[in-house]
């Protein structure tokens, strides 16, 4: 299998705050990153993309017929949702940190939860497609494709690359080509 894993350009929101299934916007345009990437992708591969803007927006721009599948949606923080990190209740934050995998944030869903979205996902994929995706999808096919262990502390930057081959990661965190 070959994936092409991109994480979506920088959102428009301030430093510092807990988000993540919610609809953000972009703090740049798309097109910059699309043309930047465009290289580095196969031209005939599907493309799937989360239906969030910040991944829909440099989908549409990648690919004619992109095709968007709510299951690749970046997990649900729930009430935490566009709070400062800093005023989440300190004791929640150190249950999710004890047990990050299965911690529910308070109208959440868990990491545990992702990940079996995820893999459904993963589980209908052809043997070469391009994802344009967020950071916690990433991660974990990142896990799960390339067996990456420490994969809750792999860093994959906004508007970047990366291509996961034959089990293991080729290159990652590429822009242009």
Not at 134 to 152: N, S, T, Y
Request: aromatic share 10%; hydrophobic share 50%.
């Amino acid at each position: 299998m070959r994936l092409y894993l991109i994480r979506h350009p920088q959102p428009a929101v301030a430093p510092g705050i807990c988000y993540g299934s919610t609809d953000l916007a972009l703090a740049g345009d798309p097109a910059l990153d699309a043309d930047a990437l465009r290289g580095l992708l196969p031209a005939d591969a599907p493309l799937y993309a989360s239906p969030l803007a910040r991944c829909r927006l440099l989908a549409e721009r990648l690919h004619a017929a992109p095709i968007f599948d709510a299951r690749i949606r970046e997990i649900d923080f729930g009430d935490w949702e566009m709070q400062p990190w800093d005023a989440i209740d300190r004791a929640a934050i150190d249950a999710w940190a004890a047990d990050p995998f299965h911690f529910v944030p308070p109208g959440g869903e868990a990491v545990a939860t992702l990940r079996a979205r995820v893999l459904d996902f993963l589980a209908t994929l052809p043997d070469e497609a391009v994802l344009v995706a967020h950071a916690g999808v990433i991660k974990i096919c990142a896990a799960e494709l390339a067996g990456e262990r420490d994969w809750f502390g792999l860093r994959f930057d906004y508007g970047a690359a990366s291509l996961i081959e034959d089990g293991r990661f080729a290159w990652r965190n590429r822009r242009g080509g």
